[in-house]
């Protein structure tokens, strides 16, 4: 009975060796091992950013001489009466005669704003500012004092914002995909032998 004790006793206070049981702990790793993302190329994040510069630009060029002119009229524009004598769409166009102003009789295009022109046509009437130094920039008063909403110009900034934000998450998705193990772990030829040949 004692000896059977004994055995029963020896047996719980068993421990593995040590080789099967890193063994054990590395078959643990490999079931739980995911194969890692898809990283993000290079070349797509550089395309993602190169939009954002490219819609950056286009919103600056149409936002920038517009203002500068709303600037300049408003420092020193001089406002006058004038008519529609021509309106046309190819290209596209508003053209006014001045009647009430030391510039009277002569006829000028407006300028654009961003590529809009005032919703108008031959025949009527309206107030202009033009540029005391150079009369061909010349906008509609109430466009001076209210510049109208560009959507084009709005249009290319939050297209800027969105490659800008998807072109800073794939950076940071690159970097995380990176930090993960391409392959799974694999056992070195001391762990693989679980029994002494």
Sequence with gaps: MTDKSNKRHRTSDYELPDHIERNRRLSARVRAWKPRP?????????????MSLLCTGMALVLWLPAQD?????????????ATVTDVDSKPK???VRLVSSPEAGNEVKLSDYAGKYP??????SMIVTYDAKDPSRILARDWV????VSLQTYLCWVLAFVFLGFGVALIF???????????PPTPSPQEVRLTKP
Excluded: F, M, N
Aim: hydrophobic letters at 35%; proline letters at 8%; charged letters at 30%.
């Design 173 to 183: 998705r690159r970097r995380w995909v990176l930090r993960q193990p391409e392959d």
């Design 38 to 50: 898809l990283l993000p190329s290079r070349r797509l994040i550089l395309a993602e950013l190169g």
């Design 93 to 95: 166009y508003v053209k």
């Design 69 to 81: 002119l709303v600037d300049d009229l408003r420092s020193r524009g001089v406002s006058a009466a």
């Design 145 to 148: 004092k209210h510049p109208p």
């Design 119 to 124: 919703d108008t046509h031959s025949g009527a």
